[in-house]
């Protein structure tokens, strides 16, 4: 059983910066690609970024040159940095990684339960 606990969200004014991490736990033998997505109210959830177990990023168009996102592999962590927030960027935020469990032969997506992320004045 593998869990993922978000964590970091919160009430942020516009322009500011957030950190959002992500722990992994459980009976992990590996992890892939780990990702964020997030779900505003009254939409879909929707990709942000995506980071490569080899540490290569990916992020939408939407949130380029604002978020960062980062990985600790000795950890099982993957953060994301987010700067210059706007009131678009108000949702909950959702991790999401490949992994791969002990015992087994291939890799599983696994979510966690979201953190709020606002952005208001």
């Not at 996102?69 to 962590?77: E, G």
């Not at 993957?78 to 909950?92: C, F, G, M, R, W």
């Amino acid at each position: 059983q593998v869990q993922l606990v978000e964590s970091g969200g919160g009430l942020v004014q516009p322009g500011g910066s957030l950190r959002l991490s992500c722990a992994a736990s459980g009976s992990i033998f590996s992890i892939g690609t780990m990702a964020w997505y997030r779900q505003a109210p009254g939409k879909q959830r929707e990709w942000v970024a995506t980071i490569t177990s080899g540490g290569v990023p990916n992020y939408a168009d939407s949130v380029k040159g604002r978020f960062t996102i980062s990985r600790d592999h000795a950890r099982n962590t993957v953060s994301l940095q987010i700067n210059s927030l706007k009131p678009e960027d108000t949702a909950v935020y959702y991790c999401n990684a490949y992994v791969q469990a002990l015992g087994s032969m291939t890799f599983r997506g696994s979510w966690g339960q979201g953190t709020q992320v606002t952005v208001s004045s």
